[in-house]
């Protein structure tokens, strides 16, 4: 699944990505880890990220935009991933948007943890970094587990607290929340993609809150693809008649094409008879090949003037 993980800082995002990796299998995304990863490897973005943020600038959405789709290119995202820590306003949501559409990945669903003001002093006062690994863990809520070894190191972690997560900056973080992070639930919610827990309470409560969430949008995900899969009845139905009636034009056709060519086949037939000629007798040919001789014409027979006379005198009788 595509999860976007909203919340005020101190909500418990980081812990439950650390154990939606664990349960679902899928890389959890911050944009703070991709900054420091491309600051230390020395990349065309780490290089003009570090420019920026030594200048004591923000760093450009574009510069993180560009981060989180050279992450999302690698292999382990194919089954999903969980973004944490971004999007932070509107902007950067419009951008992500985009960005997911282009790659065909669009987000499954956003989940808002939802804590009280006074509890998340308390748990970002009680937010402890390893210096090794970067893993973050809450001496009140969710402490390191006895025994566990920093990955990087395999020692103890070595935790300290960040300069932003002591109390007198709680304040001021939460207000820059209210005003640039919060109204996201309205854009999200608009696209159908929200969903709200409450994430106060045992860690464990709160896991099985989200997962119960992520389920049921997981199931309505599998019904729309199913759908779009198998036809309904109706759909079937008409496709039958359809095949049904393609199928009957097609024999008539045929059947018509089949009579149209016996009909020519026939004609063909007979006006091939018509245009044979008998045979001509030797005869005729050798008679129609001798020149054609001239009668020639007969001559009057002179009547004796005597006899014109006798004639003549008998007429006037």
């Not at 509107?90 to 989940?111: C, F, I, N, T």
């Not at 995900?221 to 039958?240: C, D, E, H, I, N």
Request: aromatic letters at 2%.
């Amino acid at each position: 699944m595509r999860i976007v993980l909203l919340g005020p800082p101190g909500s418990g995002k980081g812990t439950q990505s650390q154990r939606l990796i664990k349960s679902h299998g899928i890389p959890q995304i911050s944009t703070g880890d991709l900054l420091r990863a491309a600051v230390a490897a020395q990349s065309k973005l780490g290089i003009a990220a570090k420019s920026v943020m030594d200048a004591g600038g923000l760093v450009d959405d574009a510069i993180v935009l560009g981060m989180i789709q050279e992450r999302l290119a690698l292999p382990d995202v194919r089954n999903g991933f969980i973004l944490d820590g971004f999007p932070r306003n509107l902007s950067q949501a419009a951008a992500l948007e985009e960005l997911l559409r282009k790659l065909g990945q669009p987000l499954d669903v956003v989940v808002l943890m939802q804590v009280d003001n006074a509890e998340l002093v308390r748990r970002i006062g009680g937010r402890r970094t390893c210096r090794n690994c970067g893993r973050v863990f809450n001496i009140f809520t969710s402490p390191p587990p006895a025994g566990e070894t920093c990955p990087k190191t395999g020692g103890e972690h070595d935790l300290f607290q960040r300069p932003d997560d002591n109390e007198a900056t709680v304040a001021d973080r939460l207000k820059v929340y209210d005003e640039k992070t919060s109204p996201l639930a309205n854009f999200y919610a608009a696209r159908g993609l929200l969903r709200k827990i409450d994430a106060e309470g045992d860690l464990d409560v709160v896991t099985a809150r989200l997962e119960a969430v992520l389920a049921t949008r997981r199931r309505k995900r599998g019904a729309k693809a199913a759908a779009k899969r198998v036809p309904r009845r109706p759909a079937r139905k008409a496709a039958a008649k359809k095949s049904a009636l393609k199928a009957t034009l097609r024999s008539a056709l045929n059947s018509a094409l089949k009579s149209a060519r016996k009909l020519v086949k026939k004609a063909t037939k007979k006006a091939a008879k018509k245009a044979v000629r008998k045979p001509v007798p030797k005869r005729a040919v050798a008679k129609a090949r001798k020149p054609a001789v001239r009668s020639k014409p007969k001559r009057a027979r002179k009547v004796p003037a005597r006899k014109k006379a006798v004639g003549k005198a008998r007429r006037h009788r």
